[in-house]
């Protein structure tokens, strides 16, 4: 029997004895999601057209031409003039790349530490003023972020931490009270405590019982949390922009070179952005059924 044969006896095909009414409903809405996704597409095919125009091919293009006129010369140099000519701060495009780069790291890697340890904490154990701090944070995460902007601004300069570098996200993001946090909390919310006796009555401690059982436990939704802040670190300008301006990541880049745009010219600002939607799309193309399949493991048995 062949791999996909298998396959296909194990996972059935969608409309298979289904009725003639189910049939086309699932054609009607298979339609609709083919269209909606066509929305997506087409943006993106524009980008790349534009991409590829010289500077004033382009206003002809748009003024006489169409918006989806094919250049007569493709220009694939302007994506190698991107890396030279955009800048932001005096930051190139390979430079904002790799401040992208080690933000990323640093905020996937080590803030998400203390998320998972804080939720943790707060889901398995209770101890004195527990609840009134979970309706602080939750309180907190509710208020709007013009209300706390300036709160914060003046915070981040006293402590010396604007314009830090890394040093700022690795003192910022020691809270442990991130938007993740009540994902983290209700996931091990609903990872059983009898784990952890188990792990009691063979004669391991608190943190084993972390370590070796309920983190490997969680680790599916830790992962898919990880890939989709990635995507959204990606692109994370307002950071960059309030509190680390000497270090410009792409989002951070683009969102300047759209005020400037005269400087550079529409077609190298549209290669600039093909680039950088690149990464997010490949990230997620590669690991999206792990993350439709992640969040449906569990561990008892009987």
């Keep these: 029997m062949s791999k996909r044969k298998k396959i296909n006896d194990e996972v059935p ?31 993106g095919v524009w980008l790349v057209i534009q991409s590829l125009h010289d500077q004033w091919g382009y206003y002809v293009a748009i003024s006489f031409d169409g918006p989806f006129a094919i250049p ?34 640093l905020a996937i890697f080590y803030c998400p530490i203390w998320t998972v340890i804080t939720s943790y904490v707060f889901s398995k154990y ?30 981040i300069a006293d402590l010396k931490l604007y314009d830090s570098g890394p040093l700022y996200v690795l003192a910022t993001g020691i809270g442990g009270f991130s938007g993740s946090f009540l994902i983290m909390y209700g996931i091990f919310k609903n990872i059983s405590w009898s784990y952890a006796e188990a792990v009691f009555i063979d004669g391991g401690g608190h943190f084993t019982a972390f370590l070796r059982i309920m983190l490997p436990q969680a680790l599916p939704a830790i992962s898919v949390l990880l890939l989709d802040s990635a995507i959204d670190l990606w692109n994370e300008s ?34 600039g952005i093909v680039m950088s939607i690149i990464p997010p799309i490949v990230v997620f193309a590669i690991n999206s059924d792990f993350m439709m399949r992640s969040l449906s493991i569990g561990g008892l048995k009987g």
Excluded: C
């Design 126 to 155: 209770k101890f004195r003023g527990r609840e009134f701090l979970y309706a602080l944070i939750i309180f907190a995460m509710v208020i709007p972020i013009v209300g706390t902007g300036g709160a914060r601004y003046k915070l």
């Design 238 to 271: 307002h950071t960059f922009i309030m509190y680390l301006p000497s270090t410009p990541t792409i989002a951070t880049g683009l969102y300047y070179a759209q005020a400037a745009i005269k400087r550079f010219g529409y077609p190298l600002y549209y290669a």
């Design 13 to 43: 095909f969608i409309l298979k004895h289904r009725t003639t009414g189910e049939k086309i409903l699932y054609a009607f809405v298979f339609f609709i999601l083919f269209i909606w996704a066509l929305t997506f597409l087409i943006p």
């Design 72 to 105: 007569d010369v493709l220009h694939f140099e302007n994506y190698i003039k991107t890396f030279s000519m955009l800048d932001a701060n005096g930051v190139n495009y390979g430079g904002m790349l790799l401040n992208t780069l080690w933000y990323m790291v």
